[in-house]
């Protein structure tokens, strides 16, 4: 992490509290002991950590082997979408008859996000029933307030952040309008601003379980109690998977991914973190998460190509490296590709006036990409109060950095010829 980067961290975190710091060190003493009455079980060498302002995750304090199992959640406390979706509609008191296709018409274009849907709305009737709820010691372990930016913010944002912050806005509209199907009523007031933290927590919080025991497995979208406390990190050194025959959802120790290190030198305690998919894309980071991730290795190219172009099918592959600024071979391949989808694409990565000409295209996109994030600065700057402002100077910081870089490689390639 270089220094500007440290700096806007220290002033950060002094200046705004972690969005969770309501929570105390009783919630989670309560977190831990919920859990195990409920059958979820930890391995001897994992600990829960507090890092100050309700900011807490788990650690592991002794070597363990690769593969190691470190927590098993019973499946009894996950929120599952499947079974909240049926546990909802027989439990309604406004039963409807074929209430799924309702909710799916009132979903709309968002219907692709059923699955998420039904979770959001089982945790936020858990919320409803807090204090006797089954689910309560974990409600109140989890963060009181979530991010959101302000109408002067969201202007300061990167067009794909922006465009991330209006998607997630109109889909908590939709899955408002979908429960209020179910609940009989237009959920207004208190009962809107109790959804849209469910909406938040379950938005940051799910996933998508898989199973390497049963091939036949179909994923489905869970909220798994503990689970839900891992921080992340790319690459992570824990997996989850989805124990169908123990009925349990659990998390086994990958090690370090780093080859070079030495099991014997592991400092411990050490951080258990979790991906959360997508590393390439630091402002669904920002919008959903919360958090800029100034550590990522590589990052989405911005370009948009055709959709017949097959060398840029792999979106994971259309990236540039924020170390150096190098561009793999797939994105050079995806660009010749759009120069002239006719000619072969072997002969044109030997071709000198191809490459020249994928250069040009290439430096011209990421000086666009600069200059919005230079004219987004100044508007950063005119921004008079916003308690989101660091975090998007943050942001816009480590993407220049990132796409500075990568225009010197491409300077360099252009002076080639």
């Not at 499947?82 to 406004?94: G, L, N, Q, W």
């Not at 709309?108 to 699955?115: A, D, I, K, L, R």
């Not at 170390?323 to 006719?342: F, H, M, R, T």
């Not at 006036?353 to 990421?366: G, I, R, S």
């Amino acid at each position: 992490m270089i220094l500007w980067q440290k700096l806007l961290l220290l002033y950060y975190y002094l200046a705004h509290p972690a969005y969770g710091d309501q929570r105390s060190s009783s919630s989670l003493a309560n977190l831990s002991s919920w859990a195990k009455q409920h059958g979820t079980t930890l391995h001897p060498a994992v600990q829960w950590v507090d890092y100050g302002d309700g900011d807490w995750g788990l650690q592991l304090t002794s070597k363990v082997d690769r593969g190691t199992e470190l927590v098993r959640v019973p499946r009894s406390i996950v929120l599952d979408s499947v079974v909240s979706r049926d546990e909802i509609i027989s439990s309604s008191t406004s039963v409807i008859e074929n209430a799924n296709e309702y909710i799916i018409d009132a979903l709309g274009p968002f219907q692709v996000h059923e699955e998420n849907f039904w979770i959001v709305l089982k945790l936020y009737q858990c919320l409803r029933d807090e204090r006797n709820g089954k689910h309560a010691p974990w409600i109140e372990a989890m963060p009181r307030k979530f991010r959101h930016f302000s109408k002067e913010e969201e202007d300061c944002l990167p067009f794909y952040a922006k465009y991330i912050a209006d998607y997630q806005r109109q889909k908590l509209d939709a899955f408002v309008d979908a429960a209020s199907v179910i609940c009989g009523h237009k959920l207004e007031g208190k009962e809107k601003e109790q959804f849209t933290w469910a909406f938040d927590a379950v938005g940051s919080r799910f996933w998508k379980t898989t199973s390497t025991i049963k091939e036949d497995y179909q994923p489905r979208s869970e909220l798994v109690p503990v689970g839900d406390m891992f921080n992340h990190r790319e690459p992570p050194n824990v997996k989850l998977y989805h124990d169908n025959d123990g009925d349990a959802v659990c998390f086994l120790y990958l090690g370090e991914n780093d080859d070079t290190e030495d099991d014997k030198l592991t400092c411990y305690p050490k951080d258990l973190l979790i991906t959360y998919g997508l590393g390439y894309n630091p402002h669904r980071f920002l919008v959903i998460f919360g958090f800029v991730p100034t550590d990522m290795k590589e990052i989405w190219c911005h370009f948009v190509f055709s959709d017949d172009n097959p060398y840029s099918a792999d979106v994971s592959k259309m990236v540039f490296q924020c170390k150096d600024g190098s561009i793999p071979q797939d994105v050079w391949d995806a660009v010749l590709y759009e120069l002239d989808p006719s000619k072969d694409i072997e002969l044109m990565r030997h071709d000198p006036m191809a490459k020249f000409y994928a250069a040009e295209v290439l430096n011209n996109h990421v000086a666009k990409q600069l200059e919005e994030l230079a004219s987004l600065r100044e508007k950063i700057d005119s921004v008079v109060d916003g308690e989101n402002l660091d975090l998007i100077k943050m942001h816009n910081h480590f993407l220049t950095d990132a796409f500075h870089r990568v225009q010197s490689n491409l300077k360099a390639e252009l002076g080639k010829h």
